[in-house]
Nanobody, 122 residues
Framework: EAQLVESGGALVEIGGSLRLSCATS????????IGWFRQAPGKKREGVSW????????YTIESVRDRFSISSDYAKNTVYLQMNGLKLEDTAVYYC???????????????WGQGTQVTVSS
């Protein structure tokens, strides 16, 4: 059974940093793209950053590109989202999603995690 488990969300002050983890199991990690998405209260889900674990292509949306970065640990089947310089508008539930054999970015996934809360406070 495929599983994605996010962790690393927390309450952090403006300007702080967090590293989110998406631990995966139950599917062939190298054959999938993994994306990070976020949803703030009252807003639509937004794709943030993606990595294709086959060709290692990455894509991060422009609004966070200078602050967020995505990476994969192939030994641990885990994808990370490093978030620096956090802003109030980064507050959201962050989800990771896996999609088989797709180019990045993509906007839906075959498997989703349960989400982890990131709250940025002043």
């Amino acid at each position: 059974e495929a599983q994605l488990v996010e962790s690393g969300g927390a309450l952090v002050e403006i300007g702080g940093s967090l590293r989110l983890s998406c631990a995966t199991s139950g599917f062939s990690f190298g054959d999938y793209s993994i994306g990070w998405f976020r949803q703030a209260p009252g807003k639509k889900r937004e794709g943030v950053s993606w990595i294709n674990n086959n060709d290692r292509t990455t894509y991060t949306i422009e609004s966070v590109r200078d602050r967020f970065s995505i990476s994969s640990d192939y030994a641990k089947n885990t994808v990370y989202l490093q978030m620096n310089g956090l802003k109030l508008e980064d507050t959201a539930v962050y989800y990771c999603a896996a999609a088989h054999g797709v180019v990045v970015p993509y906007y839906d996934g075959d498997y989703w995690g349960q989400g982890t809360q990131v709250t940025v406070s002043s």
